[in-house]
């Protein structure tokens, strides 16, 4: 046996004070090259089913730094039980190493059945007197290594499985000791609890005819069951797959009175079942309770909300461009208007200057006669007399003004009708003259260009967005939801701890009235009565809404086909439409639960992981949902885009803004002119106007 050890690298040893011997320091000096040992003495008085801090200090160091071997040496066999009672329940002691205790046939009561159903990996060494004598020695014992009879079940005795027989410094058989027992269950059967859980686990009912229905008469399909059917071949074994009560209300189970547990939960706790179906949450408080397979999943956990709280139709005609797009064509339109004003402006400076120019050569024409001045000016006019050419100068300085060339500046050379011109081209709406100057030209149709882009990209998504269904408002975000004032919910205390112990303020603000909803059915009615949001993964949410959707329409025809059936509120109302949030609360990673510390579970991970890299998780999850999604109902107005006044409310909202202000502006202009213009002394109430009096 010492020989076996040098494959192992630490080795913890628990012994007292009778086998303390045992170890002394040649035992230490055979193997200090290659193996790690920590020691735990135990005094016959210690309890060790709540040991001193130093043991448990011990054990926990055993566990992080690996220990592949605990070698349990203890004469009290009352103190061994309620040492690994006390190391399996706290995780203490890693079960699925190897253990050598000695024999005692307290360590076998019946109390003591679950741990050697998860410790498996033991080895009792068990000590005979000699059955003979040799001359001048004493007997010479020996010792029989005995084990459990895992995989084989444990019924009303247990019956240790013998390994080999050591005497005289060897083995009898030369049997390995510590055999891998989980490759093959040898076709032994396990118990497998379950409930309906999209997309875990899903049930068919498969016996119409019986009035009581039992397990027997349900078949059960889904991404786990093709999981359990797969590693079962794998590691050969059978299953029997059952509910417990109150399955479709209870779900995973809760904590009741004095710590009982209900739902699948309490099955494992109570060791009733070996594994356990039904999308269990990698979280800490399952993992407290059971073991849990490596994750084969991540499902989005989220809410389902109603649609069209609130009505956004009256925003239509805004709902082409985002907020940033209608910021940007703001700053353009307040850009161009400043920059056609300052333009304008500046021709109206250059034609001031030219009139004053003008005035200037005229007075120099009349008083100094000056011919080169003329000439420089006017070559046109080399030839003719003073006063002709003073003429000829005048009518060239006053043509613009006589003529009107420069009329075009005033489209923009007064600030509100700069804006007023500058906002009507941005709508495609034709100038009354083409602008004078040929800044203001060139400028006036670059604008024209960038206003026919704009106005074409919201014709087109105008022309999209009333073609399309009326538009849907959801709530998308955690914010929203916390904005929409809306109830939520969920199963269980372990969701409503979640949220209440999240560092995130927004999850912690739901936490604050997360409710406890134990019946899906009933939470999607309040969900569809706009009053609850519902949290669960985005598989089950979207079952959950296409049973309503089809339990809907099912009412109707039958309230259709029936005069007299009449609804709560005695008319046939449309069911409110439902939406799964788009933001994810969170990701959380979904397992299969196995009975704490079970030895099965590194050979279970191994198989999953298996399929998991092949791709067939996918393919099953793909499968799972596909019969939901060929049932799915949509409403009339999901499939047809017709035009309605309710899409139509955005223009009539503009053209009722639109008739407020002109009559509020209308009124103002009346009071102006009866308390301000009218009282004005040189008011003329036959001209209706300001008349200045002459001196």
Known sequence: MIKNLHAHKCVTIINDDLHSWIFDQQWFQNFKAFISFITIFVEEYDDLLSPQDE?????????????QMYIILLANGLQCTRFLRFGERYRMLDTRVKFILLYDSRLFDKDLY??????????????????????????????????????????????????????????????????????????????????????????????????????????????????????????????????????????????????????????????????????????????????????????????????????????????????????????????????????????????????????????????????????????????????????????????PVEEGQHIGLYLFSEPFNCLLYTYSMLLLVSLPKLPSGWSLRILTGWYWLYSLLVVVAYRSSLTAILARPVPRVTIDTLQELIESKLATGGWGEINREFFQTALDPTIHEIGKTFEIVNSSEEAIDRVADGKFAFYENTYFLKEAIVKRQVRFQANRLQSNSTKNTKTKNNI??????????????????????????????????KHIRTVLEAGLIKKWLDDAMQQILNVEVQTVEETMAIMSMRKFSGALVVLIIGYVLSLLIFTSELLYFNFVFKRNPNYNKYSRSIVKKSE
């Open 55 to 67: 043991i448990q200090e011990a054990l926990a160091m055993a566990n992080e730094v690996g220990c």
């Open 572 to 605: 046939v109302r449309e069911d409110r439409s439902l939406h799964i949030m788009d933001d994810c609360v969170i990701n959380m990673p979904v397992s299969i639960g196995l009975q704490k510390n079970s030895p099965i579970k590194p050979r279970f991970d």
């Open 114 to 399: 679950y741990l050697w159903k998860r410790i498996v990996n033991v080895v009792f060494i068990r000590e005979y007197e000699g059955l003979y004598k040799d001359v001048g020695k004493k007997n010479n014992p020996w010792f029989e290594l005995i084990t459990v009879p895992f995989p084989s079940p444990i019924n009303a005795v247990l019956v240790p499985k013998r390994l080999d027989i050591y005497s005289r410094g060897k083995f009898r058989k030369g049997t390995d000791l510590f055999r891998e027992k989980t490759i093959d269950l040898k076709n032994q059967t396990l118990k497998i609890v379950t409930f309906s859980h999209t997309p875990g686990t899903r049930k068919n009912l498969v016996n119409f005819d019986s009035s009581n229905l039992t397990n027997d008469d349900y078949d059960f399909f889904g991404a786990e069951v093709e999981i359990l059917k797969t590693v079962s071949k794998a590691m050969n074994f059978r299953y029997e797959i059952y509910e417990p009560e109150n399955a479709d209300i209870e779900l995973w189970g809760r904590k009741g009175i004095e710590t009982k547990y209900s739902g699948i939960i309490g099955e494992m706790v109570y060791t009733h079942a070996d594994i356990a179906l039904g999308d269990l949450y990698y979280i800490p408080p399952i993992l407290n309770l059971m073991d849990l397979s490596i994750p084969y999943n991540t499902e989005c956990l989220t809410f389902v909300t109603p649609e069209a709280l609130t009505d956004n139709s009256w925003k239509t005609l805004i709902l082409p461009f985002s907020s940033f797009m209608w910021l940007g064509v703001l700053l353009c339109l307040a850009l161009s208007a400043v920059s056609f004003y300052w333009i304008s402006r500046f021709h109206c400076n250059v034609k001031y200057l030219k009139e004053k120019h003008y005035k200037e050569q005229t007075e120099s024409i009349h008083v100094k006669k000056k011919r080169v001045i003329t000439l420089t000016m006017f070559p046109e006019v080399k030839h003719m007399d003073d006063d002709t050419k003073y003429i000829k100068m005048k009518e060239q300085y006053s043509k």
